[in-house]
């Protein structure tokens, strides 16, 4: 489940630094505001459906590699969770399937779903999009991902980091609940959205 990125907000005020060389993005603490959101769509045999969820957290501490190109490239320094999403606040609107997938997510062993974002290229321009490298972590398991967003500013002027990404279940050893002696089946693939909405305190240092 996925997606899924963030902190890629200030690699736009890295922009401004400059290529003198390696430099440090951000705060490394509350990096996600809790403004941010991500929801999960999917379908079984018979129906669509979407799952939200509340308390998205994470930490990153970026480090942007000296370059003069166009595109802006570095990594995450923090060994934090970039984005931390908590399974037992997962509201898919109808309880039975909250329990199914809090089970199937085996929510009493593993409470969180965690990304950690590794590397990241962000391209000049508008709208300005970033590759994002990192690994995501479901169920106990950790599977490498790479995912793209947006990263764009809305009418009030607050920046967002927009995308969405595919996960098959069954990657993470995660069996698509089933209900009705198998007569419903959620299918293998989750789309995870994401649109995260980085601190205003995060500003650009050197180091």
Known sequence: MKTFVLAIALMCLASRIGAAGPTT????????????????????NVSKFSCRTAGVSGTV???????RRSMLSGQ??????????????????????????????????????????????V???????????GRLRIAG????????????ADTSGTLHIRGAHVVQMTDFGVEPPRRFAGLVRVRDSIVVHFDIVPATEWRARGR
Not at 25 to 44: E, H, K, M, N, Y
Not at 61 to 67: E, G, M, R
């Open 25 to 44: 993005v951000g705060s490394p603490l509350d990096s996600v505001t809790p403004a941010s959101r991500v929801w999960l769509t999917g379908s079984s």
């Open 61 to 67: 501490d970026l480090q942007a590699n000296a370059t």
């Open 76 to 121: 995450n320094v923090s060994n934090a969770p970039s984005l931390r999403i908590p399974v037992a606040l997962l509201d898919c609107g109808v309880s039975a399937m909250n329990r199914d997938l809090r089970q199937a997510l085996r929510a009493d062993e593993f409470d969180a779903i965690e990304f950690h974002l590794d590397s990241y290229d």
């Open 123 to 133: 391209t000049a321009g508008s709208p300005r999009t970033a590759r994002i490298a």
């Open 141 to 152: 398991t950790e599977r490498a991902i790479v995912a793209t967003a947006a990263i764009d």
